[in-house]
């Protein structure tokens, strides 16, 4: 139980495009979804909190109007990067938690390689 | 905020040893603390994880340990295998915001 797809698994494409990256809890509800980035050899940096049907929480030096969240059902998550660059390249990582006033583990999606040319 | 620190950032045992990774935490309200394998172009995989109100935890050849006045929390695993070469997270949720903070990772290479 508690599985999180991420979708796409790997996407290349041209500076100045917008890329969308959809993350899904298959067996439970997720009502709070965190969005990760990861460079490489490093550690995981939490960038959102996602909750159903309110805005996103973004940490501090993470642009909200460059990295738009969705999360308009218990289910999906979405996470645009828009006019992407060469340096928003990373691994994005979703993770999801079905119990919203616990702390429940959160459980990952295999994540999304993002390479902006 | 909450800070965790991790190590060692590599770690080599020879199959059949133990392996141990050490966190600190400095938030004293964390009450939780999880451990992750992460394989090569995977996601993070919870595999262990302790509550502020238990001092060890065992599962299999996985262990971890919690001492909540020094701030420290271990993970163990014992009879490595080549499997278990990977590189290993601890992170610790800051209380009522539930966010994890993770630690810097340690990569762990089980030699057969």
């Known amino acids: 139980g508690a599985v999180v797809s991420q979708h796409p698994s790997w996407v290349i494409c041209k500076s100045g495009t917008s890329v969308k990256i959809e993350c899904r809890s298959l067996?439970?509800?997720?009502?709070?979804m965190f969005w990760y980035r990861q460079f490489p050899k490093q550690s995981l940096m939490l960038m959102a909190t996602?909750?159903?049907?309110?805005?996103?929480?973004?940490e501090q030096g993470v642009e909200k109007d460059k990295f738009l969240i969705n999360h308009a059902s218990l289910t999906l998550s979405t996470l645009t990067v828009t006019s992407a660059h060469p340096e928003d390249s990373s691994f994005y990582i979703c993770?999801?938690?079905?119990?919203?006033?616990?702390?429940?583990?959160?459980?990952f999606g295999d994540g999304t390689r993002l390479s902006i040319l | 905020g909450e800070n965790v620190e991790q190590h060692p950032s590599t770690l080599s045992v020879q199959e059949g040893d133990s392996a141990v990774i050490k966190c600190t935490y400095s938030?004293?309200?964390?009450?939780?603390f999880p451990w992750y394998k992460q394989e090569l172009g995977k996601g993070p995989q919870l595999i262990i994880d302790?509550?502020?109100?238990?001092g060890e935890k065992k599962d299999q050849r996985i262990a971890v340990t919690l001492n909540k006045t020094a701030k420290h929390f271990s993970l163990h695993i014992t009879e490595t295998q080549p499997e278990d070469s990977a590189v290993y997270f601890c992170?610790?949720?800051?209380?009522?915001?539930?966010?994890?903070?993770f630690g810097s990772g340690t990569r762990l290479l089980v030699r057969p």
């Open positions: 992170a610790a949720s800051i209380g009522s915001s539930y966010k994890l903070i």
């Open positions: 067996d439970f509800q997720a009502t709070t």
């Open positions: 993770s999801a938690r079905d119990h919203p006033r616990s702390n429940q583990p959160q459980h």
């Open positions: 996602s909750n159903e049907g309110s805005k996103a929480t973004y």
């Open positions: 302790i509550r502020s109100n238990v």
């Open positions: 938030d004293s309200a964390s009450n939780y």
